[in-house]
Nanobody
Framework: QVQLVESGGGLVQAGGSLRLSCAPSGPTFSLYTMGWFRQAPGKEREFVAAISWRGGLTNYEDSVRGRFTISRDNAKNTMNLQMNSLKLEDTAVYYC?????????????????WGQGTQVTVSS
């Protein structure tokens, strides 16, 4: 069983940056493909980014590509999402997710484990 804990959310002005972190529990973090999803009020949960278990493959949602960077450090059991040039529409609760497959999937149904979420609010 993997437990995921997100941190790093907060309030930032448009154009600013935030760095989200996900700290999975358990000794087998390096075997999981990891992802970030987000859910804005009144909207469905949507894919943001994913990274394969070795970090060699990444996948981004089109609206964040070039602004967000997903990374992981298996030795430190951490996974991060660096978010730059934030826009008002990036406001959402961001969720860390994990699955044991090898594909950096954009489908929420692929992921077996989820964190509780961290709020990101971008103001004008």
């Amino acid at each position: 069983q993997v437990q995921l804990v997100e941190s790093g959310g907060g309030l930032v002005q448009a154009g600013g940056s935030l760095r989200l972190s996900c700290a999975p529990s358990g000794p087998t973090f390096s075997l999981y493909t990891m992802g970030w999803f987000r859910q804005a009020p009144g909207k469905e949960r949507e894919f943001v980014a994913a990274i394969s278990w070795r970090g060699g493959l990444t996948n981004y949602e089109d609206s964040v590509r070039g602004r967000f960077t997903i990374s992981r450090d298996n030795a430190k059991n951490t996974m991060n999402l660096q978010m730059n040039s934030l826009k008002l529409e990036d406001t959402a609760v961001y969720y860390c997710a994990a699955h044991t497959g090898v594909v950096a999937s954009s489908s929420a149904r692929t992921y077996d484990y989820w964190g509780q979420g961290t709020q990101v609010t971008v103001s004008s």
